[in-house]
């Protein structure tokens, strides 16, 4: 086994910028590589000795620098992502929105005008299931201009195929992170093997 395969590298959130928290769960990043190392600068001394010795060399700074690599995998990297829009996961809809519903010049309506769609807002991201037109089920697009108090919206995505009055047609909300501006501040740490 290579050395590489044993670098453990995780993180923590921490709720004051600095200060590691004491407990917790560090969760482990799958990663293919990572340069992670303290970098240190130096002053030495420029006072003139009669053995021609530097007199001192005093450490002006610390830090890390460094790289971490990983291949985009579902959920691995969600907090992380989180962390960098400054922003909010914003859970699914935990309920898909299923009716009798009609799609036309890919504008999407319930039939029976009971403001179904009324959870949605525009910038959700949503996947259509359940419509008659196979071309239709399995697109996935953005929720624009919700209308009528939630009976309807348009689909920014691909092309539909217009269809009308589809018992059971399903629009299933997608959980997603937002741009925001809460800055979060993590611990990130890397362990190398012993040997």
Not at 96 to 110: F, G, L, M, P, R
Request: aromatic residues 6%; charged residues 20%.
């Amino acid at each position: 086994m290579a050395d590489t395969n044993r670098i453990d590298v995780r993180y923590i959130k921490e709720s004051t910028y600095g200060v590691a928290p004491g407990t917790g769960t560090y969760p482990r990043l799958r990663i293919t590589s990572e340069s992670i190392a303290q970098v240190s600068d130096v002053t030495a001394s420029t006072a003139i000795r009669s053995d021609r010795q530097t007199a001192s060399v005093k450490r002006t700074s610390i830090g890390v620098s460094g790289d971490i690599s990983g291949e985009l995998t579902y959920g691995e990297w969600d907090d992380l992502i989180q962390y960098a829009l400054q922003g909010a996961a914003l859970p699914a809809d935990p309920n898909d929105i299923s009716v009798t519903a009609s799609i036309s010049s890919n504008v999407i309506s319930e039939d029976a005008a009971a403001n179904a769609y009324v959870s949605l807002a525009d910038g959700d991201i949503v996947r259509l299931a359940g419509w008659a037109q196979s071309a239709n089920n399995g697109a996935i697009g953005i929720v624009r201009d919700v209308t009528g108090g939630g009976d309807g919206f348009t689909f920014d995505g691909p092309t539909l195929t217009d269809e009308s009055g589809t018992a059971g047609a399903t629009v299933e909300p997608f959980a997603q992170t937002v741009n925001g501006t809460t800055f979060e501040w993590i611990t990130p740490i890397s362990r190398r093997p012993s040997s």
